[in-house]
Nanobody, 118 residues
Framework: VQLQASGGGLVQPGGSLRLSCAASGIAFSICDMAWYRQGPGKQRELVAGITSGKSTNYVDSVKGRFTISRDNAKNTVYLQMNSLKPEDTAVYYC????????WGNGLWGQGTLVTVSS
């Protein structure tokens, strides 16, 4: 049972990255999925979530710039990040949960570092 995140890296302000999270050992299609992040000196926050029914939610600071999506055939969730800003620098974590529990209570991936800097 694991969530394997990838796609992080160094990008200039205004650039784009796409994060991927491949799930194994879980009933992916019935799980709600999310991306969290934890920046330097900050608490972990929910960036974007997508339910099993593909409803989405975003933290205000990324609305209009980030898009979360899922491919149930590939057991993978994505986070497309555009117009990146230095304040988006963080370790990004993939998270899965069952629909009947609250966000933060479930499985976590290992994290992938995103650095936005010129």
């Amino acid at each position: 049972v694991q969530l394997q995140a990838s796609g992080g890296g160094l990008v200039q302000p205004g650039g784009s990255l796409r994060l991927s999270c491949a799930a194994s050992g879980i009933a992916f299609s019935i799980c709600d999925m999310a991306w969290y992040r934890q920046g330097p000196g900050k608490q972990r926050e929910l960036v974007a979530g997508i339910t099993s029914g593909k409803s989405t939610n975003y933290v205000d600071s990324v609305k209009g710039r980030f898009t979360i999506s899922r491919d149930n055939a590939k057991n993978t969730v994505y986070l497309q990040m555009n117009s990146l800003k230095p304040e988006d620098t963080a370790v990004y974590y993939c998270h899965s949960k069952l629909p009947q529990v609250s966000w933060g209570n479930g499985l976590w991936g290992q994290g992938t570092l995103v650095t936005v800097s010129s």
